[in-house]
Each structure stands twice: as structure tokens, then as C-alpha cells.
């Protein structure tokens, strides 16, 4: 059993970056020793970017024991920074190691596709990294305006068939396939990738269960109350804390599934709720959706109550900010035995969202809350926990500034960072 929480992220760093690629390079590397060793190293690398593409794309069809591992966020991060680094790879790779004729072309075609796809990635899909970098934000505001999200997706997805090139492109080399045991494991991952990626996208309920619109309202300016009703015997499990990614499948530039938390704990009766506010393209249509729509819903993904499961705390700290405090209201309410002081700011009185059950919450006799507009101070939120931290557990949902400055202030009072935990929707 790991000690640490967190540790689980090393450990997938760990595997991908090392453990993962060291049987292909062994046995590709002990094949080389009599055959071009004047370019191993190329080919090696060749190799090396090879594996770490073909497993960014198994991360890309969100495989839920990852979510649970290390969270979908931490999860997309590790896709696009391996993708990266595998093209750095898929470049000294074309620099130590030149080709010709059609073993040239699908290695620089595909080259070419995953160059302009990380480009493009960069600014519209790697929320990791445009939310840390100011510049790259502000031209992702400006171009979303030009480009929609369901292109970004359809685009990303050219990645399959760089990588099919560069499958073909490993067939073509007579020396290379001549080394059966590296041949062997390449076969074996790519077809267990492709094989992985084909099912993602065309299992039964590949985009998500068939569900009913049961209502659609505004609860507070710009944010919405989705309730959707799942078929009986869905197959879908959800714990307090998840998200779903939902769809509706009948309307235009709305068929992409978009991930939004549960305010709700998920009861017997196959009901979800969501609060959702109007910030993008998809969002700001769901006030023109009517009662009764077709809507698809795959789920649940999530990592607060597996933080929870793991640590067993006998305190919850809640902070909450603005519609990222919709998961902690699940948490919450799903977690009722465990003693729990819920912080929740807003920038102004009329986005306070569920009031009634704030006041239902603050009834309970093991149950805090706070409430306010305007930001907590740190005396507030430190005050409210003793020295003796080794029994809590801190959840945070907010604003991507607002919670890293908390995990910040929280994890200098002496806290352990394993037991902090923010989930950014940052993709």
C-alpha cells in the first residue's frame, strides 16, 4: 500500500517515462549490435517516441481505472507532456538516423502532422499549461472565437493517423523487422492501443448512455440547473465528488461531450443534477435546449472520494469558489458521518447558489459552513483546523488561481500535500 496519495502520479511517471519503454529498447537495442550501430541511438529514439505516442493516445480514451489512479486532469497532462516529448524524440530520431524513399515519406509525414497538431494543441487543448502561461491564454480567448471546440477534437485525432504512418514506417525497415523480439512487442502494444482507441470510440454507448432532460432552469445569472434521468440498469457508477461528460447528440456543435460535476450525491433513483455556468460555446446553448432532449452521459470520473476512501479522515476541509464549489456540495452530502467545515465564497450575492441547502447543511451537528462574498483570509480558513493534521483531508474547487493559492497557503501551515487535494478543469 503507497504511504502517499500523490506518489501514485510518480509511480505513473515512473512507468511511462521508463519502465514501459524498457523492454522495447532492450530488445531492439540487442538487435542493433551487429546492424547499423553507427545510428542506434537514432533508431532508439525512433523507438522510444514511438511507445510514448502510442500511449498518450491510450490516455486520450480516458480510461477510468487512470481517473481513479490519478485524476483525468493529471491524466491529460501526462498525455500531452509525453506527446511532447515524443516528438523532440521523433526529431533527433529524423536528424541521427536518414531514410529514403517511402520509409522517408511516412516518417516525415507523420513528422509534419504531429508537429502542427502539438502547435495547435498547445494553445487549445493543454489547459495545463495556457493557464500558467499568461500570453498563451490570451491567444487561446482570441482564436476560440475562430475556431470551435469540436474542430480542436476532430484535429487531435489526425494523431491516429500519424501514428498508423510510423507503424508502417517501423514494417518497411528490412534490418528492423528482422529483430523479432522488439517486432513482437510492437505489434502486441499497437494493436492493443488501436484496439483500445476503436472501442472507446465504438463500444456500445461509446459516447455515453442514452438519458432524458428531465429539467432545465436558471438557478442564478448565467448558471443553469441541468436534472437528467439515466435508464434503469445505466451501468454507470458514480461516488460524491464525480463529474460526467454529457452530450446532446440532436444538436448542432453540441454533439462533443463536455465534463461538469455533480451537485448532487448520485441517489437510487437514477437522477443527476448539475450546476452549470455559461462561459463557452457548448454552455451557453443550454438555456435554448428544451425539457425532454436526448442527452448522453458517460461517467463518473472524479478523485475527491477516492482521496477520501484512501486517507479515511475524521475531518473534511471544504473550500469552495464561484460554480467550482458544485463538486464539494456532492462531497458533502455523500459523506455525512464524517465531521466537515465547508468554506464556499462567491464574487457577489446572486451567484450564491443552493442556499437551502447550505442552511440544510449547517443543521447537522458535525457540519460547519461559511459563506460570504468576497475571498476567506488565510486566519479564517487556518484557524479552522488544529496543528494535528494528520486526520484531515482537504478538498478544493474553484478557479484555478483560487486553488492553487490555497493549496499554497494550506501546504505552508504545515500541512502534507498528499492530503490537499484541487481537481482543475483545465481541458
Same mark, same amino acid.
Given at each position: 500500500m503507497l504511504k502517499k496519495f500523490t506518489s501514485h502520479l510518480g509511480i505513473s511517471w515512473l512507468t511511462i517515462l521508463f519502465i514501459l519503454p524498457l523492454p522495447f529498447l532492450?530488445?531492439?537495442n540487442n538487435g542493433l549490435r551487429q546492424v547499423q550501430v553507427h545510428s542506434s541511438l537514432g533508431i532508439l529514439f525512433g523507438a522510444l517516441a514511438y511507445v510514448w505516442m502510442l500511449t498518450a493516445i491510450y490516455i486520450a480514451t480516458k480510461p477510468k481505472?487512470?481517473? $481513479?489512479? /490519478?485524476g483525468l486532469p493529471s491524466a491529460y497532462m501526462i498525455h500531452g507532456v509525453i506527446a511532447l516529448l515524443a516528438l523532440f524524440l521523433a526529431f533527433f530520431h529524423k536528424e541521427l538516423?536518414?531514410?529514403?524513399?517511402? %520509409?522517408?515519406?511516412?516518417?516525415? +509525414?507523420? +513528422? %509534419?502532422?504531429?508537429l502542427g &497538431?502539438?502547435?495547435?494543441? &498547445? /494553445?487549445?487543448?493543454a489547459g495545463w499549461l495556457t493557464t500558467r502561461i499568461p500570453l498563451l491564454q490570451s491567444i487561446k480567448t482570441f482564436l476560440e472565437q475562430l475556431f470551435k471546440h469540436e474542430l480542436s477534437v476532430w484535429l487531435h485525432r489526425l494523431n491516429i493517423i500519424a501514428t498508423a504512418l510510423i507503424f508502417i514506417h517501423i514494417q518497411l525497415i528490412d534490418y528492423i523487422v =528482422?529483430?523479432?523480439?522488439? %517486432?513482437?512487442?510492437?505489434?502486441?502494444y499497437t494493436i492493443f492501443v488501436f484496439g483500445s482507441y476503436m472501442w472507446f470510440h465504438f463500444r456500445p454507448n461509446a459516447h455515453g448512455v442514452?438519458?432524458? &432532460? &428531465?429539467? =432545465? $432552469?436558471? @438557478?442564478?445569472p448565467s448558471i443553469r440547473e441541468l436534472i437528467i434521468q439515466l435508464p434503469t440498469k445505466s451501468g454507470l457508477k458514480f461516488r460524491p465528488g464525480d463529474f460526467a461528460f454529457i452530450s446532446f447528440p440532436k444538436i448542432s456543435q453540441m454533439a462533443e461531450p463536455h465534463p461538469f460535476s455533480l451537485v448532487k450525491a448520485p441517489g437510487k433513483d437514477g437522477k443527476l443534477f448539475f450546476a %452549470? $455556468?455559461?462561459d463557452g460555446d457548448f454552455t451557453k446553448q443550454l438555456s435554448l435546449i428544451p425539457n425532454n432532449s436526448l442527452v448522453r452521459v458517460d461517467g463518473g470520473f472524479g !478523485?475527491?472520494?477516492? @482521496? @477520501?476512501?484512501?486517507? !479515511?479522515p475524521t475531518q473534511l476541509i471544504l473550500i469552495g469558489g464561484g460554480i467550482g464549489v458544485v463538486p464539494l456540495f456532492s462531497v458533502v452530502q455523500g459523506n455525512p458521518n464524517i465531521p466537515a467545515s465547508f468554506f464556499y465564497t462567491v464574487k457577489s450575492q446572486e451567484q450564491l447558489l443552493y442556499q437551502d441547502k447550505l442552511l440544510e447543511l449547517q443543521k447537522r451537528p458535525n457540519t460547519n459552513v461559511y459563506y460570504q462574498v468576497g475571498r476567506f483570509s488565510k486566519e479564517q480558513i487556518l484557524e479552522s483546523f488544529s496543528k494535528n493534521t494528520k486526520d484531515y483531508v482537504f478538498l478544493i474547487g474553484g478557479p484555478i488561481s483560487m486553488g492553487r493559492y490555497w493549496q499554497k497557503v494550506i501546504q505552508a501551515s504545515g500541512v502534507d500535500p498528499d492530503r490537499i487535494y484541487f481537481e482543475e478543469f483545465s481541458w
Open positions: 532492450y530488445t531492439l481505472w487512470i481517473d $481513479r489512479w /490519478v538516423d536518414s531514410s529514403e524513399g517511402l %520509409i522517408k515519406w511516412t516518417g516525415d +509525414f507523420s +513528422f %509534419i502532422i504531429f &497538431l502539438a502547435t495547435y494543441s &498547445l /494553445v487549445f487543448m =528482422n529483430i523479432s523480439p522488439f %517486432i513482437i512487442l510492437i505489434w502486441i442514452r438519458a432524458n &432532460l &428531465l429539467s =432545465n $432552469r436558471e @438557478i442564478a %452549470i $455556468r455559461g !478523485k475527491y472520494q477516492s @482521496i @477520501i476512501n484512501y486517507f !479515511k
